[in-house]
C-alpha cells in the first residue's frame, strides 16, 4: 500500500489530492505517519519510528495507524502496490 503519487503534503499538514480538488488537514504524528507512507515504508518501520518519538505503546498504535490508514483509504489517497486503488 502506497501513498498515490500525485497527493502532497504541506509542512503544516495540509494533504491535496489533485486527483478529486480535495484537502484534508493532518496532525503532526498524521504528517509523519503520511510522510512515511509516502516513502514507502512498511508498518513495521513506522511503528517503531512513533513508538521511539512518542510516548504511546504498540496497542495504541496499531489501532490509530489501522484508522489512519482506514480514512486515508477511504477518501482514495492510497493505492496498492501494484497502483490499484484499495
Given amino acids: 500500500m ?4 500525485n497527493v502532497a503534503i504541506s509542512e503544516s499538514g495540509y494533504i491535496f489530492n489533485p486527483s478529486t480538488g480535495e484537502s484534508y488537514t493532518v496532525n503532526p504524528i498524521g504528517i509523519e505517519i ?15 519510528t512513533i513508538l521511539a518519538k512518542y510516548n504511546t505503546d504498540e496497542d495504541t498504535f496499531e489501532k490509530d495507524y489501522t484508522d489512519f490508514v482506514g480514512i486515508l483509504q477511504q ?3 492510497i493505492e496498492n502496490d501494484n497502483g490499484t486503488e484499495n
Wanted: proline share 0%; glycine share 0%.
Fill in 34 to 48: 503520511f510522510n512515511l507512507l509516502k516513502e514507502n515504508k512498511k508498518y513495521e518501520e513506522i511503528c517503531k
Fill in 75 to 77: 477518501n482514495q489517497l
Fill in 2 to 5: 502506497n501513498i498515490k503519487k
